[in-house]
């Protein structure tokens, strides 16, 4: 079974990877697809949108005499991230609950 992504749970992933150090593009995509289905074409709008929100940072640096454009989290998207992560444990504890048989009220 295949559970869909939603936009949260993607920016708490690229945010995620970000933590561990900048990355270009193709770079971050080949790191996500080892754990998810994650096309360059989906990634890029959630980059410009990260930036536009204030979590991300670029810089552009030569590499092979070609300019990269490298993603690197800001303090704005360490507390998205932790926000994230509080949530995303919140909820898959209430769904593991449900699946497990656990207490209804």
Known sequence: MIFQLTT???DGCVL???E????Y???????LKQEVDISESTLYPI?????REGCLEVYDQQ?????RRYYTITQS???LLAECRG???????????????????
């Open 8 to 10: 949260p749970l993607l």
């Open 16 to 18: 995620a990877v970000l």
């Open 20 to 23: 561990q150090g900048d990355a």
């Open 25 to 31: 593009g193709y770079s971050l995509t080949q790191r």
């Open 47 to 51: 980059l410009r949108r990260l930036q």
């Open 63 to 67: 590499f092979q005499g070609r300019n």
């Open 77 to 79: 998207g360490r507390e």
């Open 87 to 105: 949530d995303w444990t919140d909820y898959i504890n209430r769904v593991a609950k449900i699946l497990s048989g656990g207490d209804e009220k």
